[in-house]
């Protein structure tokens, strides 16, 4: 560089390079320990004592990290060696030609343009190696990808130019180009050393990977196309592409190359090796299964690399195509299965007319890792991990702002992606700014086709099942012969995934930011995330180091292990002695020893759960009716009970032991959104405290001990996670006081489960620190939602039980302050009606409480509360009590109203529901019709004992069908057999059993 910053590059070492320490120790400055400070708290909410914890784990202290800060550059480059990336910077910038070339026609082409002097040293490393159009492609490629690095920082000085009026041009446009084709590349690099750093790695790593590659080539050609090109000369390579997949191991990444005739061949710069013992499973397969035919992928395996058949995406000749689809994708699921292969989503996945082709197995064999959460290990979260659902295969919805996206191999749906994303307005202006917005999914080429319309994989659930069914059952039958097979794979290479890749990619993005780019101290404490995500994890600790040094190197952090070790390597090379508990291939092993009828009724439930999570939209009404006639079975109270401790028997082979706890997996609507596969949480309506509340009323009904012990291992996490609520107060507020999902459900299950249990002390412990929690929380809350499900109107209905459970005054205290927060009107309820979720819930809520104190003004307020909840009788089509009928009726009981008779005409006179849930089916509707008959309403109780019957007719034809999308069996409270359980108990035994959806107990019958 030509200045007096001749120690420039100084600033762009990392924290590693930087150590070991001075030999004279500096003392920190006023901006040193400023910067300190920041960095501390960067990711304080995530560990309050992460800064320390993870200094230590480097072999560092406070007192040299600010030393390290506030060291001057030339005290630096002094002691560290000058980097081979500083000699190429400043070999780029004396040697800078006038060229300048355009890399397209747009802003990202433009910048490009400025950065050509960089390209050019990578251009003349490469000139002569392959024709020239190869050679341009690169180039090409090599500047935009520069453009797309220095992007935020080049985009922040064209700002700074602009405020100070140094732009010359016209027009936006005008003065935009000519500060991309002029930029002061030696002032920016003195100011940006890191940017010069990243460029400078980016070329130097382009240009090795691309120089490989064309070597390779060379050296297998002939092999490449006899194996692969059908022993055709394709003609001179005429491009290389990158196929836009994640870089590792300093800058690789996959790529296609194509030649003259036009045929093209995949390039891999890692092991083909595991790809080629799948295609001997897939043979292994196809020969046990009839009819079965899965296509392989050819391939030819180099040293460490390998190339691969391109295969192009087809539509299915004919519809039964795309059954013969789902068929063979069932058996491909139940082989991955297996053999514990996993990340087979949307874009490894081809369809190939009837064919789904897998296109990259490198994970197959992973390991399967420790799950912990805030209450500790979850042996249902573990039990996931190692089911169907880890391929990736099926269905798997990500959420956020804009909506969901299924990015399994059944999904890659073309739409928009969950969260926003990076974006520019006023791209090509000199008001060019970044911002957040909406980011388009083109969708991938996964999905069957006939002709331009793409399959819907609901609708072929049953063909997939099929599959499935057939290929678990070839490896049971013949898996004396199928596991000496796997291990032929022991010395094989897998990819080991130990975090999300979107965790690498979003470091990778948001480190690129300007003010990390100036220090690259500051571009550490970005990476140090990772600390505070391992700090009490020591596997992933170890890998800390080298998922620093890969992001360092602009790649995404890889790991590999060997199918029949339990060593893990660096991206690098460095071996991790014995990180895995046990190899890929012991564990596969044992699973395959595992499987069975049991083990694959199990699977089953998990596929046909994890397929009524593809995105629809989601209905809370319930107005589906049974498609048939229903016998009618007399409903005295032992078929009643007979029938609840069937489902609780249903539950107990569901649940997934643990050592200290018991857990199951059910499917849960998130946010009200959407249908998610989750291991069991701690909310009344479809948690784990609502199954234990079923399990302890069956127990008190029938004084069988194992349903009351089985309750008891389920609510073992609730004093790990109120101490985990007490630590963190944004989580706990985030949780709420709501009595179905929020604190005041889990206090109201704690409330009866310390009586059915036999007034047990814990339990009632428990319950004490829960009201203590929600007590404080109370006076932190800002607004939070008025209603029932999730809000102040729940915590108030909750608190009275308890109180009236109990007697702890702290309860009833609470129950005033939320009905006086209710009672300002400031906490609007949401635009929906109901008991649930709209006014109807809350006025109910108030109304109880009015009654317990006699409070004529919150009485006034209730009933304003439901008059805003619209007439009942104008939605008499929804039988649901969550938003229809039901809740209604319950909420205005006692209340003069003309519209009510016509609503319980409605409720006695209505078909049977097409489920039995409380939530929307036919057990919450029957459950206003049992309220009002114990009120003294004739016609309500006659119509109980009729719909009763129609209930066990039901469950006698149908099953126990759920609230869920296909009613498929859930475990939970509302939507769930735990709650058609407690439904029967009800009406069965209602002066004994107290409404769970009033939040009632023994006192409130």
Request: aromatic share 6%.
């Amino acid at each position: 560089m030509t200045k007096s910053a001749t120690f420039w590059w100084a600033g762009g070492l990392t924290l590693h390079e930087r150590l070991p320490r001075p030999s004279q120790q500096v003392s920190g400055t006023a901006n040193a320990l400023e910067r300190l400070e920041r960095w501390r708290r960067a990711h304080e909410e995530l560990a309050p004592d992460w800064f320390e914890r993870r200094l230590a784990a480097a072999g560092l202290d406070e007192k040299l990290l600010t030393g390290l800060l506030a060291e001057a550059p030339d005290a630096l480059a002094k002691r560290v060696a000058r980097p081979g990336w500083a000699d190429f910077v400043d070999s780029a910038l004396t040697g800078a030609s006038d060229r300048r070339k355009a890399f397209g026609d747009d802003w990202i082409g433009a910048l490009a343009t400025g950065l050509r002097p960089l390209v050019e040293i990578a251009e003349a490393a490469v000139a002569g190696t392959a024709n020239p159009d190869v050679t341009a492609g690169f180039v090409h490629c090599l500047g935009r990808c520069l453009a797309r690095l220095a992007a935020r920082t080049l985009v922040l000085e064209l700002n700074r130019a602009r405020a100070r009026g140094q732009l010359t041009g016209r027009t936006p446009a005008e003065r935009f180009a000519e500060f991309a084709r002029r930029p002061d590349l030696d002032a920016l690099f003195a100011e940006y050393p890191v940017l010069a750093r990243l460029l400078a790695q980016a070329c130097q790593q382009a240009v090795a990977a691309h120089l490989e590659l064309l070597e390779r080539l060379d050296s297998d050609r002939d092999a490449i196309v006899e194996t692969l090109l059908d022993g055709r000369d394709p003609g001179p390579l005429a491009k290389i592409e990158s196929t836009g997949g994640d870089a590792h191991q300093h800058g690789r990444s996959v790529a296609l190359v194509t030649f003259s005739d036009g045929r093209t061949v995949v390039y891999k710069p890692r092991p083909l090796d595991l790809h080629a013992h799948f295609n001997d499973m897939l043979d292994w397969l196809n020969g046990r299964v009839p009819d079965l035919g899965l296509r392989k992928v050819a391939l030819l395996c180099g040293d460490g690399y390998g190339w691969q058949e391109f295969v192009s995406a087809a539509p299915c000749d004919e519809v039964t195509g795309l059954s013969r689809f789902y068929r063979r994708q069932g058996a491909l699921l139940a082989l991955l299965y297996a053999v514990d292969g996993s990340d087979m989503h949307y874009e490894n996945l081809i369809a190939a007319g009837d064919q789904p082709v897998l296109v990259d197995v490198e994970t197959l064999f992973h390991p399967t890792m420790q799950v912990d959460t805030a209450t500790g290990h979850d042996p249902a979260a573990q039990e996931l991990v190692r089911s169907v659902f880890r391929t990736a295969l099926l269905p798997q919805v990500m959420l956020g702002e804009n909506g969901s996206f299924d990015v399994s191999g059944l999904g890659g749906d073309q739409g928009v992606f969950p969260t926003d994303g990076v974006g520019w307005d006023g791209a090509g202006t000199d008001s060019m700014r970044l911002v957040r917005r909406p980011v388009a999914m083109r969708g991938g080429r996964n999905r069957p086709r006939l002709g331009e319309q793409e399959a819907e994989p609901r609708d072929y659930q049953a063909a997939l099942l099929t599959g499935f069914q057939a290929g678990y059952d070839a490896i049971v039958e013949h898996r004396a012969e199928f596991v000496p097979l796997l291990r032929t794979c022991a010395t094989a290479e897998l990819r080991f995934v130990a975090r999300p890749t979107q965790l690498y990619t979003t470091l990778l993005d948001e480190s690129t930011h300007p003010d990390v780019l100036r220090d690259a101290l500051d571009r550490d404490s970005v990476f140090d995330l990772l600390w505070t995500d391992s700090l009490d994890d020591p596997m992933r600790r170890r890998l800390v180091p080298h998922e620093i040094a890969d992001l360092w190197a602009g790649d995404v952090p890889m790991f590999t292990c060997r199918v029949g070790s339990r060593d893990v390597f660096s991206a690098t090379g460095v071996r991790l002695p014995n990180l895995l508990a046990e190899s890929g291939l012991a564990a596969a092993e044992a699973k395959i020893a595992d499987m069975g009828e049991v083990d694959r009724h199990n699977q089953e439930w998990l596929i046909r759960a994890s397929f009524a999570t593809r995105p629809r939209p989601v209905d809370h009404r319930g107005t589906d009716v049974l498609p048939g006639s229903v016998a009618t079975i007399v409903p005295d109270p032992q078929r009643l009970l007979a029938a609840a401790c069937g489902i609780a028997d249903e539950l107990v082979g569901r649940a997934v032991p643990g050592p200290d706890r018991t857990n199951w997996l059910g499917l849960e609507l998130v946010d009200d959104k959407q249908w998610t596969v989750l291991p069991m949480g701690a909310g009344l309506a479809n948690g784990y405290p609502g199954l234990a509340l079923f399990l302890a009323q069956l127990a008190k009904l029938t004084g069988a001990p194992r349903y009351g012990d089985l309750a008891r291992r389920a609510i073992q996490p609730i004093p790990r996670l109120l101490d985990a609520l007490g630590d963190d107060l944004a989580l706990a507020l985030a949780v709420g006081s709501g009595g179905f999902h929020g604190l005041g459900g889990i206090c109201y299950a704690l409330a009866r489960l310390h009586r059915l249990l036999g007034d047990d002390a814990e339990v009632l412990g428990w319950l004490t620190t829960a009201v203590r929690l929600a007590t404080a929380l109370e006076t932190e809350a800002g607004d939070e939602p008025a209603d029932v499900a999730n809000g102040l109107a729940g915590g108030l209905a909750a608190m009275l039980a308890v109180h009236a459970e109990t007697g702890l005054s702290t309860a009833g205290t609470l129950a005033i302050r939320y009905a006086d927060r209710l009672a300002t009107g400031r906490h609007a309820t949401t635009d929906q009606v109901g008991f649930a979720r709209g006014p109807a819930g809350a006025g109910w809520a108030l109304l109880r409480l009015a009654t317990a104190i006699g409070s004529d003004r919150h009485e006034a307020v209730g009933a304003t509360y439901l008059a805003a909840d619209g007439d009942p009788a104008a939605r008499l089509d929804d039988h649901g009590w969550c938003a229809g009928v039901p809740g209604a009726v319950l909420a205005r009981m006692g209340r003069a109203d003309e519209g009510l008779a016509r609503c319980v005409d409605a409720l006695a006179g209505h078909p049977p529901l097409r489920d039995l849930s409380l939530c929307h089916g036919e057990l919450g509707a029957i459950e206003a019709l049992t309220v009002l008959g114990h009120a003294g309403d004739e016609r309500a109780a006659a119509a109980v004992g009729r719909r009763a019957g129609l209930v066990l007719g039901s469950l006698d034809q149908y099953g126990a069908r759920c609230g869920t999308p296909n009613e498929v069996p859930t475990p939970g409270l509302l939507s769930g057999l735990a709650g058609i359980g407690y439904g029967l108990l009800r009406l069965g035994f209602a002066d004994q059993v107290p409404s769970v959806l009033l939040l009632d107990v023994s006192h409130h019958r």
